[in-house]
């Protein structure tokens, strides 16, 4: 089963996608449809949790939904009229079928499964408070650790509970639970993961992307907002609001390279925003060249960008093979470089004797950047010259996306320069933090008050890391006696 694409290690990874659906006939083959269109999320593993007014029913599998969720028997075992699902690529947790969502645990008031996109960066200071407290864990992820805040919790409704489990918690999350009372669609009161929700005839649908709702031909309706918490149930829909208002902080790199671009994220559209990120790189970084090539795929809407606003032809310099399985045979370096060219491989008869533009979205280790810049050489090119649709990462990511300890980025380790010389490239150049900004619709960058998390780029972490920096008394937001619905 092809799980994560070997050949493309060298990017920064979404934790996973969610789909949630509470009121459709056959609600899991809707949420396999749906878990289709966010298979980019999350590559690892997939899973189903159905709800028939009575029991639960889960399907949990390590590989793509494709092989696990497309045969009838798989549904059939999945009944009732609704579901959640998850799409997973591990960081908190190792890989392996106990981690893979969504959770599902028999609580007091009866079941409760979660799917959670997003990381809880004080999971291990909670977990080591819990068990000490007699908590008994069966995974290594930090979604169970909700789980287990809302089974403890003295509040008296399972709502409360809930909300209780929140207002413990720091870091980032957009969750989508589903109970014997309705199903829950919420996000941290930063918005720092995406949420959406949509209406598919008379059933509501919590995703992750706007692109899952067209798959399954529902209407997207709004975002759900930071910090909102909705209930849909057979009652109709109840939206709370549980968290002091706080300015909101969604994440910047879904507009650079997480989201699909065929979606719409705060409104905008992801494909629009990357070619005038494009744009903005022609403007900031020019360069004489006769070609601007994509890196593929991430790197096209933003090369499309750049080439119209530099005027240089865009070309598909670099052909990309689809059909690319996990190569478990690479004996020496030799073959191993051979193992690259089967996903990407030069145009030469487009490339040789010319002056390219590689687009890409970003570097983290460098190596495909490296490769990259290998292979446009190989093909003859006189000049490469390497233009990135972000600014450098220099930090890792706490709130639900892969990146590298530190010392393995490479910006963190050299200035554009040395970066330039690593990769081999005759000019290197990023665009500038204020450019990506102004590309999502801002005026630049507000260095005192940041509109999104940026903490890749720039470190600036909007909330505290309990886990990481050992702080052991951290101030919650006070539970609120009433909520507002």
């Not at 909330?463 to 702080?471: E, M």
Request: hydrophobic fraction near 40%.
């Amino acid at each position: 089963m092809l799980t994560t694409d070997p050949f493309n290690d060298d990017k920064l990874r979404e934790e996973c996608g969610v789909f949630g659906i509470w009121g459709a006939d056959t609600a899991a083959a809707v949420v396999a449809l749906g878990l289709h269109a966010l298979q980019h999320r999350g590559q690892e593993a997939a899973g189903i949790t159905s709800y028939d007014g009575k029991w639960f029913h889960s399907h949990r599998a390590i590989g793509h939904v494709a092989g696990n969720f497309d045969e009838d028997h798989i549904i059939r075992q999945l009944p009732g009229d609704a579901a959640c699902g998850h799409v997973r690529y591990s960081t908190t947790g190792e890989s392996g079928l106990r981690n893979v969502q969504p959770l599902y645990a028999e609580l007091s008031s009866g079941g409760f499964a979660v799917a959670h996109n997003g990381n809880i960066s004080n999971a291990w200071t909670l977990r080591q408070d819990l068990v000490k407290h007699g908590s008994i864990f069966q995974s290594t992820s930090d979604t169970e650790t909700i789980i287990h805040l809302v089974a403890t919790s003295g509040f008296k409704t399972l709502l409360d509970c809930f909300i209780d489990a929140l207002k413990q918690l720091e870091g980032a999350y957009s969750l989508v639970c589903m109970t014997p009372e309705g199903m829950i669609g919420c996000r941290d009161p930063l918005g720092i993961r995406p949420l959406v929700m949509g209406k598919l005839g008379d059933a509501i649908i919590f995703a992750s992307e706007s692109v899952a709702f067209d798959v399954v031909g529902a209407e997207f309706i709004r975002e759900v907002e930071p910090g909102e918490l909705i209930v849909v149930n057979d009652s109709g829909i109840k939206t709370h609001r549980p968290f002091p208002p706080v300015a909101s902080r969604p994440c910047i790199f879904e507009h650079v390279y997480f989201s699909r671009p065929d979606s719409i994220v705060d409104g905008q559209s992801v494909y629009s925003v990357r070619k005038r990120i494009g744009a903005e790189l022609a403007i900031e970084s020019p360069v004489d060249a006769d070609l601007v090539i994509p890196v593929p795929d991430s790197g096209t809407p933003a090369a499309i960008g750049y080439a119209q606003q530099a005027e240089i032809p865009f070309e598909l310099g670099i052909i990309r093979s689809h059909y690319v399985g996990r190569t478990f045979i690479q004996p020496g370096d030799k073959v191993r470089h051979l193992g690259v060219k089967l996903k990407h491989n030069a145009n030469r008869a487009l490339i040789e004797g010319r002056r390219v533009v590689l687009i890409d979205d970003s570097i983290v280790r460098g190596t495909t950047s490296t490769k990259i810049v290998d292979m446009m050489r190989e093909a003859g090119a006189s000049e490469v010259h390497m233009r990135i649709a972000s600014p450098p990462t220099t930090n890792s990511c706490f709130y639900g996306v892969d990146t590298p300890e530190r010392e393995k980025l490479l910006a963190a380790q050299h200035d554009v320069a040395g970066m330039r010389d690593y990769i081999r490239a005759d000019s290197l150049a990023f665009i500038s933090i204020d450019g990506l900004y102004r590309a999502v619709g801002e005026e630049g960058r507000n260095d005192a008050h940041p509109q999104r998390c940026d903490a890749c780029f720039t470190g600036d972490y909007p909330t505290t890391l309990t886990d990481k920096d050992g702080i052991e008394n951290v101030t919650q937001l006070p539970l609120l006696a009433e909520r507002v619905t």
